[in-house]
């Protein structure tokens, strides 16, 4: 039997970019997600990124989480 913490380390190393959690720590970071958006959108230029983290959006109504619309 997998103690909790090797099995929360094969769950992360399992992860991809499309796992809740893993876009939040990715997100998260101002350098990795100003890289990633600019992979994604180049024709934009990212000269200052603002990361809010999920859990605030979470609370506004208009939220998928929020219950609201």
Do not use: W
């Amino acid at each position: 039997m997998l103690s909790q913490k090797e099995a929360l380390r094969r769950k992360f190393a399992q992860a991809d970019f499309t796992d809740d959690v893993m876009f939040g720590l990715i997100m998260s970071q101002p350098e990795i997600c100003k890289r990633f958006l600019q992979a994604v959108l180049p024709a934009y230029d990212f000269d200052h990124i603002k990361v809010t983290p999920q859990m605030y959006l979470k609370n506004f109504k208009e939220s998928k989480a929020g219950g609201g619309v």
